[in-house]
């Protein structure tokens, strides 16, 4: 199962309170996700969110998006680092 390590930053107030986090799309390539997919987010703690791709100015920057919920849940705020891998049926 890959696995990447990614960098917290502040989701915009469009994706807030929605379940989603934004990550690059080239890391969503290299891990084989979707748009839509089930992420397994890890930093002190645990928790699942949906992907979506990042932003245009966010490629290259190894940025995981995650609203205040989401940090809260994985006990990380922003600049922190985390890990994310697919959820998948065999998980």
Do not use: C, F, H
Request: glycine share 12%; aromatic share 4%.
């Amino acid at each position: 199962m890959s696995v990447e390590t990614l960098r917290v930053g502040e989701a915009q107030s469009r994706d807030a309170n929605r379940g989603i986090v934004r990550i690059d799309s080239g890391v969503m390539r290299e891990l084989s996700l979707a748009s839509g997919d089930v992420i397994e987010i890890t930093g002190t703690k645990k928790t699942v969110a949906l992907v979506w791709p990042g932003y245009e100015g966010d490629s290259g920057k190894g940025l995981n998006r995650m609203d205040g919920y989401a940090r809260n849940s994985t006990g990380v705020s922003t600049d922190d680092q985390v890990t994310v891998k697919k959820i998948t049926e065999d998980s």
